[in-house]
Structures are given as structure tokens and as C-alpha cells.
């Protein structure tokens, strides 16, 4: 029997644990790997003796479906993209010859709790970069907030950012480490995943803010680690302060990385840019979280089409 013939033998769920150990472990955040790890164990408890040979679409629709059953729409989604990834891989090794997750189906049971939304639109955004306080030198949490809104960075991204990292001749930030602010001793550490290391554009007006901080700083200090420890929760209650002084929808820091990807989104920015932008491990990452925005450009794009098409002949 052939290498590839014994693969296809295997257990699904043998190979989805073989597969987070090669391509996941050590390379992702550990908060991640844990959901990779919880999906194997629902793969393993749903699947049962599968083996790769017989993944078909109907069999994974199955499988989608009876973990949509006990979870809500948005977690299966993740389950789904979680999954898709390793399938990719093994129609790449030529385990598999068809993809099985093609047009699959994704429901969920209804939110036990009503959801709050979780960006800014940009009216919104507008008038909370009106009631930052962006004036003097100092780094402080109203142009860290104002920094996020305006790359949609990580919390942990920005935290790291060094004099370093700024070009501002060619108005671009490059992102290639994170902070580790869940430790009390803090310090810089990897970023994400390979694909969050990247080097975006900042226009000119943030460029001239950051421009006032760093002259105070060692190319290699963290502009916004100001010698003792950082908390997520610190600076979020900041926020929560500033976007009701500015009577709009409250949001975390992490609401403006989605708040930048909507405001991109809906100005009709290619998805691959903005999955490239927000450092995302694959365009289909950025596909499914931003989902609903994107019907609503498509929408919009089926209509300009229409009137191209109705202006020939």
C-alpha cells in the first residue's frame, strides 16, 4: 500500500490532531491552539471511525450540522474555518482528490443573549476621533486609541510598536512583534502567526501625531509601555468613556480593528487588501468574519453591474 493510500485510510480525527501538531503547534498563539484543540475533540466525538477516504460534502455538511445543533451561528463559523484549513492541506498532500467543504452550509443555534454590536460605523468613528485628546508629546491612551482606530491593529500590536517600526518618510508602520501584557513581567514576544508580520500604510495626519512621540524614545522602547504593567481592561474603560462622551455605540479596543475593517470594506477596499492590512492567516479569515459587510458591497456591486450592463447596446 502506497503513503498516500494509508492516509486516506486514517481516521479523520487522527489526522486533524496529526495536523495541529505539524502546522499549528508553536506557530500559532496559544489562545488559538486551545480552539484548534477544542475542534479536534468535537471532530473526534462527531465523527467517530471516519476515515479521510470517505470525507465527501454530504458527510461534512453532517458534521457541521450536528455542531451547529448545541452552538451558536458565529461559533460555527469558526469551526467550519478551522476545518476548511486542514482539508486544504490534505487535498494538497493528494489525500484528498475532491473538496469537501465546498459550499457548505452553515447554522447555529440563536445567541442565548442579545449581541451588541461590535464596530463603529463611520459617523461614528468620526465623532470619537473628536473627542480624543491629541494635543503635546506624550503617548498617551487617547492616541493609542486614536492609533488602533486608524490601523486596526492588535491591542498586543500597538503595545509593542517602537520608533523603530515607524517610516515615516514613506508614511508606513511595520508590524513584527507583539507585547506581552498578560504577563506581569511583560517584554516583546512573536506576532500571531507568520502573516501578521506586514507593513502598512498610515496616512499623513497619524504620521504627524506619532511624528510628536517617538523623538522622546529609543528606536528599540515601546512607545506605549510606559515602564510598568499594561492592562486590556484599563484602557478599554478608557474607551468606553471616551465613546459615550461622544454619544455613540460602545466598543472595545478590539471593536476598532473590526470598525476599520468595516469602514475599508464599505468603501469597496479588496478584501485581499483588507485580510492583508488586518494580518490575517488567509483572505477566507477575513471572508467569513466579515461576512455580513460583504453581502452589503455585494449588493451594491449586482446593482453597478446592472447599470453597466443595461448602458451596452
Not at 58 to 72: D, G
Not at 274 to 297: I, P
Amino acid at each position: 500500500m502506497t503513503k498516500l493510500a494509508t492516509k486516506r485510510k486514517w481516521l479523520f480525527a487522527d489526522y486533524y490532531d496529526k495536523w495541529i501538531q505539524t502546522y499549528k503547534e508553536g506557530v500559532v498563539a496559544s489562545a488559538t491552539y486551545t480552539k484548534y484543540l477544542m475542534t479536534a475533540k468535537w471532530i473526534r466525538t462527531l465523527t467517530g471511525e471516519m476515515k479521510m477516504e470517505q470525507l465527501d460534502r454530504s458527510e461534512m455538511q453532517s458534521l457541521v450540522n450536528r455542531y451547529a445543533q448545541t452552538h451558536e451561528k458565529v461559533t460555527t463559523q469558526d469551526f467550519v474555518t478551522q476545518i476548511r484549513a486542514a482539508i486544504t492541506d490534505a487535498i494538497d498532500e493528494g489525500i484528498l482528490t475532491r473538496n469537501p467543504m465546498i459550499r457548505i452550509v452553515i447554522k447555529g443555534k440563536e445567541p442565548t443573549r442579545k449581541k451588541h454590536k461590535k464596530y463603529l460605523e463611520r459617523d461614528e468613528l468620526d465623532k470619537l476621533i473628536k473627542v480624543l485628546d491629541l494635543s503635546g508629546n506624550d503617548p498617551t491612551w487617547d492616541k493609542f486609541i486614536f492609533l488602533l482606530a486608524k490601523t486596526g491593529l492588535r491591542f498586543a500590536e500597538a503595545l509593542a510598536l517602537t520608533p523603530a517600526d515607524f517610516d515615516l518618510d514613506n508614511l508606513t508602520l511595520t508590524v513584527n512583534k507583539t507585547w506581552d501584557h498578560k504577563s506581569s513581567q511583560g517584554g516583546f514576544k512573536p506576532t500571531k502567526t507568520p502573516s501578521s508580520m506586514r507593513t502598512i500604510a498610515i496616512d499623513y495626519k497619524t504620521a504627524r501625531i506619532i511624528d510628536r512621540i517617538i523623538d522622546q524614545f529609543p528606536g528599540d522602547e515601546p512607545i506605549f509601555v510606559h515602564g510598568k504593567r499594561v492592562f486590556d481592561s484599563t484602557v478599554n474603560t478608557h474607551l468606553k468613556r471616551l465613546c459615550e462622551k461622544a454619544g455613540i455605540t460602545v466598543i472595545t479596543c478590539h471593536g476598532l480593528r473590526h470598525t476599520q475593517a468595516s469602514v475599508l470594506i464599505a468603501n469597496s477596499i479588496p478584501i485581499m487588501v483588507v485580510s492583508k492590512r488586518l494580518g490575517h492567516a488567509n483572505v477566507s479569515t477575513t471572508q467569513e468574519t466579515y461576512a455580513h459587510l460583504l453581502k452589503d458591497t455585494e449588493h451594491k456591486a449586482d446593482d453597478k453591474i446592472s447599470m453597466i450592463m443595461a448602458s451596452l447596446g
